[in-house]
């Protein structure tokens, strides 16, 4: 059986962002991870992108070839979850320049549902949305494992015909370069 999200994190453990962080900034690292140090503020973008996975959930989990969820109901979903995160956080809630309020980010995400929905193909079948997974790291020549295991969640699990696939939702405001298509550490 395995454990869900929550339940994983709270055993000792690392992540795919903790790894990220380390590689990037071991300060930045030093005082997420390891001293705790809680942020002045977090990014809109953060709930921005929880909301989007909740949003393109539901479209994949309820739509077919016959018919979509509506983009309303989509949109009225991210809502939900977008507005709810920004309440429900102790911690102030930064917007960027570009996007200065609320409105302007539901407007946002009504225009990205609308181009996923319409340019998307749909599975054959989900097998799973947010599916947890915990995987001890190995070296790949010497054997020695991670002190830690790996955990996380695989966004969606796919049939496309018979051809099984992980499928990675990002809602950057820029488009990945090949670079971190190949190499960046969450989705590979």
Not at 139 to 153: C, D, K, R
Request: overall charge negative; charged content about 20%; some cysteine.
């Amino acid at each position: 059986m395995t454990l869900s999200l929550v339940a994983l994190r709270k055993k000792p453990h690392s992540s795919a962002s903790a790894l990220k962080t380390f590689l990037t900034c071991p300060l930045q690292y030093f005082f997420r991870y390891v001293e705790r140090v809680v942020a002045a503020f977090r990014s809109a973008s953060l709930s921005f992108g929880r909301a989007f996975h909740t949003a393109v959930g539901l479209h994949l989990m309820k739509s077919s070839e016959f018919q979509s969820v509506p983009l309303d109901e989509l949109v009225e979903a991210f809502r939900q979850v977008f507005l709810g995160e920004l309440a429900e956080s102790n911690i102030p809630v930064l917007f960027d320049d570009e996007e200065q309020s609320v409105g302007e980010l539901l407007d946002k995400a009504r225009q990205m549902l609308a181009v996923f929905v319409q340019q998307f193909p749909l599975p054959t079948r989900v097998l799973g949305i947010e599916v947890p997974f915990e995987m001890v790291l190995q070296h790949p020549v010497t054997g020695e494992t991670a002190q830690l295991p790996l955990v996380g969640a695989m966004d969606v699990i796919a049939l496309f015909d018979t051809q099984r696939r992980v499928l990675e939702i990002k809602t950057g405001k820029r488009k990945w370069s090949d670079d971190q298509v190949d190499f960046d550490l969450q989705p590979t």
